[in-house]
């Protein structure tokens, strides 16, 4: 009977202690590139390119895309259906697009087809004398559930690496071709829809 009271008192303190943490988390990471900020704004704002660079398509390369048509500019979208264990289900939708410097875009992560979590990444780009300052950030809201309030003090050591790995990749690649070739490429397992 004492164990009990005492595990009560345990459960009791860990979710009041919870709604004391932050409800929302952000996540950012940052990088220079030695690219014109046309082509990194085009690399993140054409949704098919993100075959090139992202982390989430080196994670699970056999995932399946579908890309919305246009897949650029405000409303496109692309949704994927990867591994369970390495990306899973979701969808990508531009929500603000300026055309040159930021990007907005809600992310909605998908378990057995029924919606599992969301967040909004932004991109903020500055360019000096050819170089651009990238910042890439992931935002969410925990809501009330104590236990996602818990891992929202976890969000930047779960997506940090990846959106890290995922600038990383786009440098790589930008720095590493001919500006010319800069182009909308598309993923081998993917599907424009018309």
Not at 13 to 29: D, G, S, T, W
């Amino acid at each position: 009977m004492k164990a009990i009271k005492v595990l009560i008192v345990i459960i009791a303190i860990f979710c009041c202690v919870a709604y004391l943490l932050p409800k929302e988390f952000e996540v950012n990471r940052t990088i220079e590139i030695n690219a014109p900020m046309e082509s990194i704004y085009e690399q993140a704002s054409v949704l098919s390119n993100w075959a090139n660079w992202s982390a989430w398509h080196e994670m699970d390369p056999e995932a399946d895309y579908t890309y919305s048509s246009p897949n650029a500019g405000v409303g496109a979208y692309y949704s994927w259906d990867g591994n369970p264990d390495l990306v899973g289900q979701g969808k990508l939708t531009i929500l603000e697009a300026d055309g040159s410097s930021s990007l907005k875009t809600e992310v909605i992560f998908l378990k057995d087809g029924e919606e599992n979590g969301r967040g909004n990444g932004v991109w903020a780009l500055s360019e000096t004398n050819g170089v651009t300052l990238v910042v890439w950030s992931f935002l969410g809201d925990m809501g009330y559930n104590p236990i996602a309030r818990w891992m929202g003090l976890l969000m930047d050591g779960i997506l940090g690496p990846q959106l890290e790995s995922g600038l990383n990749n786009m440098k790589e690649y930008l720095e590493n071709i001919p500006a010319e070739e800069v182009v909308e490429e598309l993923h081998i397992n993917s599907v424009i829809l018309e």
